[in-house]
């Protein structure tokens, strides 16, 4: 007798934080306006009966946890490059308008 086994596939996300460094911690979000974005490390995997089988996607994203705006990045002088050109954001030199969005475009 054939028994029916129904075939599972799917994705599956592991996302974990980046690091501890409450300086990454709060980063301003292009799309909802909220200091909301923080590194993480994304993993995501094509599932075979819940098994991890193929990886789709491994490395590093800028998330926001409100909207879930996400966006890649290298490495950690990347991810400094942003810290560090939003600092006037936190310390509150926003007099003239400034257009975040280009910190997040090359
Ligand atoms: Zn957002």
Redesign the pocket.
Known sequence: MFLFIPLICGAQNFDSNYDSNPAHQGLY?P??H?F??APIKRKEFFTFWYIPIIPLYWGKQLR?N??N?RQDFKNEEELNRVVNEQKNFHNGNNNTSINADSYYQK
Do not use: F, G, P
């Open positions: 979000c799309k909802c909220n909301s974005v926001c409100i909207c705006w």
